[in-house]
């Protein structure tokens, strides 16, 4: 099957920037398993915490000013005017003209983009919920066993602050990135259009002038 057949599957080998690729969902899906199973390798609960915000933040960023960028040519960033304290929103896409999207590189992009945040809601839920799974991880680390009613307030609070910062900074990626197709779909299509009514105006004023001078 050659590369032209093959092109959208998901395959890391297809991309076009694979190493943004594998960054982009090395943190996507590094801070979840942290979160998980972080508690599996140590009991420092600070750690864990720290680790999952730095790794929350990392994917912030990177998603935000190099994937989104390389994968699919979209870009948003967030000005304030100073004189009236406003803010709003800018968004910038490549041309198409001039850059090709690769396929398997939108299909990856896209679906890590909204499977993340629906992922953090549901350990939202379970967050809220009497966490049964700290019955599980006392039983295989035995440190844990003991005081297990006290670790559970404790684990409540953190991965309640932990599920709240997620869920910020993934929905507002997911949500930018969601306006900034659609702004750039806009352009693309008024682009078009612009382009169709200069082409048919053209058209128009050259069987006109050829109509008056025969």
């Known amino acids: ?46 750690l864990i ?34 004189a009236s304290g406003d803010s709003h929103w800018v968004f910038e896409s490549s041309d198409p003209n001039e850059r090709q999207v690769n396929k398997t590189d939108s299909r990856f992009f896209w679906m890590a983009l909204y499977v993340q945040p629906v992922c953090w809601v549901g350990l939202a839920v379970v967050a809220i919920t009497h966490p049964m799974w700290l019955s599980l991880v006392g039983e295989f680390v035995p440190n844990l066993a003991e005081g297990l009613e006290e670790l559970k307030l404790v684990m409540r609070w953190a991965n309640g ?5 997620a869920l910020m900074l993934t929905i507002t990626n997911t949500l930018a990135f969601s306006r900034c197709d659609k702004f750039s779909q806009a352009s693309n299509l008024a682009t078009s259009a612009m382009y169709s009514g200069g082409l048919a105006g053209n058209l128009a004023g050259g069987l006109f002038s050829r109509l008056f001078r025969g």
């Open 1 to 46: 099957m050659d590369q032209q057949t093959r092109q959208g599957d998901l395959s890391w080998r297809l991309s076009s920037h694979p190493i943004t690729l594998l960054c982009f969902l090395g943190f996507r899906i590094s801070s979840l398993l942290v979160y998980l199973f972080g508690v599996l390798f140590t009991s420092n609960f600070v």
């Open 49 to 82: 915490f720290i680790i999952t915000m730095l790794l929350l933040a990392a994917d912030f960023y990177y998603l935000k000013n190099i994937a989104g960028r390389r994968l699919v040519g979209l870009r948003w960033w967030n000005e304030v005017n100073t």
């Open 161 to 165: 602050t932990r599920v709240v910062i």
